[in-house]
């Protein structure tokens, strides 16, 4: 039998205290869309998604660009900001207006006032891409919080403790919805689950992630 739920989909409160200082917000970056997608096509044609080597060698299964001041870059000697695409040997693409306003006033929305990022990560996941439970912790310092937000097809997104052996806790993170951690939570491990397949009308096969971070 058909229920309510089969129609329209799961009900989820607009707004959610996932832990202490990270708070949920549902559908807060559709507003945004737009302008979001149009900066998303011009930083990517500037600076195209590639899937980098951790320093163990491992090539990511998730495709990443950057915008902004720096960006957060992996290889074979370690995980770091850096002012230069290395691919290009350019600075990365500047972050574009509406992605700043998008952070700032994701961030304002959760109680983190004046939030004005210098960094961002854009993650591109595509059906099976995963990213294993991790710490953000390659920034100068832990006192502004991150804004992250999610376009395009749903995933799981994990969200644990302070230590890596912690419980984590599991939410789907669906086109326009966005997290931000900050405080208390700031260095809360977190893991994305393999996308399931699917298609998006705006974003096809693939799921984007805009990580805001105060970096420098
Ligand atoms: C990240 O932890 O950098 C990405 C999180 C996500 O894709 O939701
Ligand atoms: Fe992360």
New binding site residues.
Partial sequence: MTSLFDIIGPIDPPRETIAEGAVLLRGQAVSFERDVLAALETVTAQAPFRRMTTPGGHVMS?AMTNCGAAG?VTDRTGYRYHAVDPQSGRPWPEMPPAFQALASTAAAEAGYGEFAPDVC?I?R?EPGAR?SL?Q?RNERDFARP?V?V?LGLP?I?QFGGLKRTDPVREFA?RHGDV?VWGGASRLCF???AALKGGVHDRFGRA?I?L?FRGAL
Avoid: E, G, K, P
């Fill in positions: 998730v957060w990560l993650n996941y990213l991790h953000d991150i992250s999610s995933a997104f993170l997290v977190h893991s994305v799921r992630n990580t």
